[in-house]
Nanobody
Framework: QVQLVESGGGLVQAGGSLRLSCAAS????????MAWYRQAPGKQRELVAL???????TYADSVKGRFTISRDNAKNTVNLQMNSLKPEDTAVYYC????????????????WGQGTQVTVSS
């Protein structure tokens, strides 16, 4: 019932900016941690940024100072503002979240979005 849908991906020139958004929908009771991961061809999926329910943030060293993660609890969304993009940022970006649903409020379950392609040209 719970789903995560990413949007905002696309093609951008190096040095440009892009803003990704992930919307959680369904029978949601509460959302704890939300995060963005990315996976480039031939590489393992890696954590890009994470934000807790208390708005504490964590970033991969490669994106510190360039990316900003934020959330809007009223809209059940998490965003990733990406500035000063580099070709090495090219990857499929995935939204991830720990969510409690109404059918099972005692436990949190981890969900993944389908991903959105981000391509940075040189």
């Amino acid at each position: 019932q719970v789903q995560l849908v990413e949007s905002g991906g696309g093609l951008v020139q190096a040095g440009g900016s892009l803003r990704l958004s992930c919307a959680a929908s369904g029978s949601i009771f509460s959302i704890n941690t939300m995060a963005w991961y990315r996976q480039a061809p031939g590489k393992q999926r890696e954590l890009v940024a994470l934000i807790t329910s208390g708005d504490s943030t964590t970033y991969a060293d490669s994106v510190k100072g360039r990316f900003t993660i934020s959330r809007d609890n009223a809209k059940n969304t998490v965003n990733l503002q990406m500035n000063s993009l580099k070709p090495e940022d090219t990857a499929v970006y995935y939204c991830n979240a720990d969510i409690r649903n109404f059918r099972d409020r005692q436990n949190m379950y981890n969900y993944w979005g389908q991903g959105t392609q981000v391509t940075v040209s040189s």
